[in-house]
């Protein structure tokens, strides 16, 4: 198979890696030249480490992995190269305006026969497949980071999306050793509709000064067996990207509970996005050992606290 991805950021990287590994070809590109400049690198490193956590011996992989990916700078010659693609999958920022604004740009361009992905958090397949213009061959697979080491898949069809487009991506991900499964065209699907909110109320639990970092995931990891916790889970997920899918769940269904947390906006604001930039709510100089960071000045106080703190 031959795969299309524009957005090439920690999900798309993670995306063109799992295609890679998989033995497929992939062309790439992205609104930002550093990210696609640093892609290929990533992916190999990414390869290499999901080789050596499920102990798969294969030599030549640095090498094969990296000679399946080609990147694209200028818009034209991506068109060209996903053209001959059996799938475009679109990886770029949650957005619903922009993703329409470059899917209606971009789809069109394209021969009919292509299948669009989507591996958007939340947002509605309807509206991304009708932008698009095509939408019997369009539909969401949401896939989890890293992508080459969590099997599972979101598969989210639209209201037209045609049988043939759903048995056509569910094989697909299967050859990809992927596993795929349905969830309903809700906003954030299955996963998110749950995860969002109960993510955003634990930043608010901390906020409020009622948690700490450290007591927190040690919690939920001791007593639910979550492997991470749910503040590390944030600094993987990174805070803009949490910000960006909460608002758009928020304004597509008014739940209250995903307005999001002011200290979310205030670290997006200081470029503290978790692990990627090295400080969220944990300090990841050292990726191996990342240590609990002393919040306490983004915990809002009582009305006299905060008074004082003015003075
Ligand atoms: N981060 C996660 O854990 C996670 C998990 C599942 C799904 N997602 C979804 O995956 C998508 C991407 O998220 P991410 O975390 O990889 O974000 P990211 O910020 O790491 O990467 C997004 C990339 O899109 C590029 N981009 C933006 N506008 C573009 C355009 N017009 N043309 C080409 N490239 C453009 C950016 O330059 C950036 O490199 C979002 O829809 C997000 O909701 C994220």
């Known amino acids: 198979?031959?795969?299309?991805?524009?957005?090439t950021g920690v999900m798309g990287r993670g995306w063109i890696t799992q295609c890679a590994m998989a033995g497929h070809e992939v062309h790439c590109t992205d609104a930002d030249p550093d990210m696609l400049a640093g892609t290929v690198g990533a992916c190999v490193e990414l390869a290499e480490k999901t080789a050596r956590r499920f102990k798969l011996a294969e030599p030549g992989l640095a090498a094969a992995v990296g000679g399946r990916i080609r990147t694209h700078t200028e818009r034209a010659a991506f068109i060209a190269a996903a053209s001959a693609c059996d799938v475009l999958l679109e990886v770029i920022f949650e957005d619903l305006q922009l993703k329409r604004r470059v899917l209606g740009e971009l789809l069109p361009q394209l021969p009919e026969k292509v299948i669009f992905w989507s591996n958007t958090s939340s947002l509605d397949i309807n509206q991304l497949a009708e932008?698009?213009?095509?939408?019997?061959?369009?539909?969401i697979t949401h896939g989890f980071n890293p992508v080459p080491m969590m099997p599972g898949v979101e598969v989210v069809p639209g209201?037209?999306?045609?049988?043939?487009?759903?048995?056509f991506t569910r094989r697909a991900l299967l050859e990809m050793k992927k596993a795929p499964f349905l969830a309903p065209n809700i906003p954030g699907f299955w996963v998110n509709r749950l995860l969002v909110p109960m993510a955003l109320d634990a930043?608010?639990?901390?906020e409020q000064g009622k948690i700490r970092v450290e007591d927190g995931d040690v919690g939920l990891n001791t007593s639910l067996g979550h492997p991470q916790g749910v503040f590390k889970l944030h600094d993987f997920i990174s805070a803009p990207t949490m910000l960006r899918v909460a608002l758009e769940m928020l304004q597509a269904s008014s739940d209250p509970r995903l307005y999001p947390p002011l200290i979310l906006v205030r670290m997006v604001k200081n470029g503290e996005f978790g692990a990627a930039t090295g400080k969220g709510f944990y300090d990841w100089s050292d990726p191996r050992k990342p240590t609990p960071r002393d919040l306490s000045h983004y915990v809002v106080g009582s009305a006299e606290q905060m008074t004082a703190a003015l003075k």
């Open 159 to 167: 209201a037209k999306t045609s049988a043939e487009t759903v048995e």
């Open 203 to 206: 930043v608010r639990l901390l």
């Open 1 to 7: 198979m031959k795969i299309a991805v524009i957005g």
């Open 131 to 139: 932008a698009g213009g095509r939408p019997e061959r369009s539909i």
